[in-house]
C-alpha cells in the first residue's frame, strides 16, 4: 500500500489511480482490494499456470501452421533488478512460481551479461524464466484472422455493437451499426468494453480499463534477443524481428485513451538506467501506442456462460495476459460451443463469482 501510495504521488510512477466517485469503478477498487490477499494468490496460480502451459502447447501448433507467421520465440524472459530489496521479493514470488512449475534461474551480477547477450547492465542481479515465449502481437492477431478467412468464416471490421435482441433464455440478434446480425451462439469478448457490452443483456461483469503504453523503434544492432523485464521501473523490453519494443505503465483512468507524456517518457527514461547501451535518443522510432488491457478484480479472466443465457459464452477480463492466454481461451470458447465440457476446472473463473 505504501509503495502504491508514494506511485499516485509520482507523475513518472508506474502504476497510476486516477481519483473519481464512480460507483462501478470504487465497486471493482472494493473487489480488488478483497482479492489481495494470499488466499486469493493461492486458488489463481493454479489455474493460471494451467492456462499458461495449455496456451504455449497451443502457440507451438499455430506457429506451426503453414503460411502463417508471427515471429513466435521461445526464449525465456530476463528480470533485471537494481535494488536488492526488488530483487530478494521476486525471489520468493519466483519460489512460489515454482510450485506451479514454472521454472526460474538466480542470476548473479556476473551472469547478467551472458543473458543481455553482451549488453552493459547497472543491474546486480537477475533472474532468468526459461519458460516464458513472446510474439508480434499485431501480427499474430492478423495472421489468424487471414487463416480463418480462407477457411470461409466471414470477419465484420469496423462495425460497432449498440445492443441486443433477446428472446427468453435465448440472443436472437446483436443490434450493430450495421445492421442486426442474427446468429446461434453470441460470444462476448469485448476487452475492456465488456462490461458495457453485458450490461445491455443485464449481466453485471466488474471490469476497469488499465491503460498501458508502448514505443517501438526500429532494433539497434549488438540488441539482445531476449525479452528482459526493467523490475523496479515495470517496463518490458520486447525484440521483436527488426524492431525493439518497450512497455510499461498500468493507468486506471477508465476510457481516457489520451497519451500522459511524462508517463510516456519515464519507459524511455527507465531503459538506459538498467541498460546503458541502449539511447531511445538514438533509436528510429516506429509507433507510440496505447491500449487498454481489460482487468477484473482478482487478476483472473471471466470464461463460460451467463446464467441467464443459453446461447452466449462470454471470454473477457484477461487483463496483463490477453495475449498469452488467447489460444486456450480459444479453444475453451470452442468446446462451450460445441457442447463438450473443458477439461480444465473453470471454477475460479466463473462469470458470478463477485456477486
Ligand atoms: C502496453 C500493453 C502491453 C501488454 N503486454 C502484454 C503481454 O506482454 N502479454 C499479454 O498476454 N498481454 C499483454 N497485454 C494485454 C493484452 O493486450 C490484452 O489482455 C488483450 O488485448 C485483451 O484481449 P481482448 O480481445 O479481450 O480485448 P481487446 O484486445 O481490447 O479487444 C476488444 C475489442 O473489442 C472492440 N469493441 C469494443 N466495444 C465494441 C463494440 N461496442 N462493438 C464492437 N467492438 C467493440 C474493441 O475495439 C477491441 O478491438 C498488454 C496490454 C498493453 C496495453
Not at 103 to 125: C, F, N, P, W
Not at 169 to 174: E, G, L, P, Y
Request: positive net charge; glycine residues 8%; hydrophobic residues 40%.
Amino acid at each position: 500500500i505504501t509503495q502504491g501510495l508514494k506511485w499516485m504521488f509520482n507523475p513518472e510512477s508506474p502504476f497510476y489511480i486516477k481519483p473519481r466517485l464512480q460507483s462501478d469503478f470504487l465497486s471493482w477498487l472494493w473487489k480488488f482490494r478483497g482479492a489481495c490477499n494470499e488466499t486469493n494468490v493461492r486458488k489463481a496460480l493454479p489455474v493460471l499456470s494451467a492456462l499458461n502451459a495449455a496456451s504455449l502447447d497451443l502457440f507451438d501448433e499455430l506457429a506451426a501452421m503453414e503460411g502463417v507467421q508471427f515471429n513466435f520465440e521461445k526464449k525465456g524472459v530476463v528480470e533485471i533488478f537494481s535494488t536488492r530489496k526488488g530483487f530478494e521479493k521476486a525471489v520468493k514470488d519466483a519460489q512460489r512460481l515454482q510450485e506451479f512449475g514454472i521454472e526460474h534461474k538466480i542470476l548473479k551480477s556476473d551472469d547478467l551479461v551472458h543473458y543481455t547477450q553482451g549488453m552493459r547492465t547497472t543491474a546486480q542481479s537477475g533472474i532468468f524464466f526459461p519458460g516464458d515465449a513472446h510474439l508480434i502481437p499485431d501480427r499474430f492477431v492478423l495472421q489468424l484472422a487471414q487463416q480463418i478467412e480462407k477457411q470461409g468464416v466471414r470477419l465484420l471490421t469496423s462495425v460497432e455493437v449498440l445492443g441486443f435482441e433477446t428472446s427468453g433464455r435465448r440472443v436472437t440478434a446483436v443490434k450493430t451499426t450495421r445492421g442486426d446480425i442474427y446468429a446461434e451462439e453470441i460470444i462476448l469478448a469485448g476487452g475492456a468494453w465488456s462490461a458495457k457490452m453485458a450490461r445491455e443483456l443485464r449481466i453485471k461483469l466488474f471490469i476497469e480499463p488499465a491503460k498501458g503504453y508502448s514505443v517501438t523503434f526500429k532494433r539497434p544492432p549488438g540488441c539482445t534477443s531476449t525479452p528482459i523485464m526493467l523490475a523496479e521501473s515495470k517496463v518490458v523490453l520486447t525484440p521483436m524481428d527488426d524492431m525493439l519494443r518497450f512497455a510499461g505503465t498500468l493507468e486506471l483512468a477508465g476510457f481516457d485513451l489520451s497519451i500522459n507524456k511524462r508517463r510516456l517518457l519515464a519507459i524511455l527514461k527507465a531503459v538506459p538506467s538498467y541498460l546503458p547501451d541502449i539511447d531511445p535518443d538514438a533509436l528510429e522510432l516506429i509507433e507510440i501506442w496505447r491500449g487498454l488491457r481489460p482487468c477484473s478484480p482478482d487478476g483472473l479472466p471471466y470464461l463460460g456462460r451467463p446464467r441467464r443465457y443459453d446461447n452466449v459464452i462470454i471470454a473477457t477480463g484477461h487483463g496483463m495476459k490477453g495475449i498469452s492466454l488467447a489460444p486456450i481461451t480459444g479453444k475453451i470458447v470452442s468446446q462451450f460451443a460445441a457442447g463438450e465440457t473443458p477439461k480444465l476446472d473453470l471454477t475460479t473463473l466463473s462469470l458470478e463469482r463477485f456477486n
